[in-house]
């Protein structure tokens, strides 16, 4: 596989532990503080995981990706 297209399954893998971390940092929070930052976490993998998605749905298009 090409590096870039590795890198982008790299990014894809991370958002999921970003994701995954937020949600057990909400489970586990104790204070308003911790749900801010568990949410700011969470929407940032979103937007992230959104972007990687759409670039490697790219790399499909123009016959990048295996």
């Known amino acids: 596989m ?13 958002v999921e532990q970003m994701i995954a971390l937020a949600d057990k940092v909400d489970d586990e929070r104790e204070d308003v ?8 976490l969470r929407d940032a993998g979103y937007k992230i995981k959104k972007l990687a998605e759409a670039e490697k749905k790219a790399h499909m298009r123009k016959g990048y990706w295996p």
């Open 33 to 40: 503080g911790c749900g801010v930052l568990c949410g700011i």
């Open 2 to 14: 090409k590096p870039a297209n590795e890198n982008i399954n790299r990014i894809l893998n991370l």
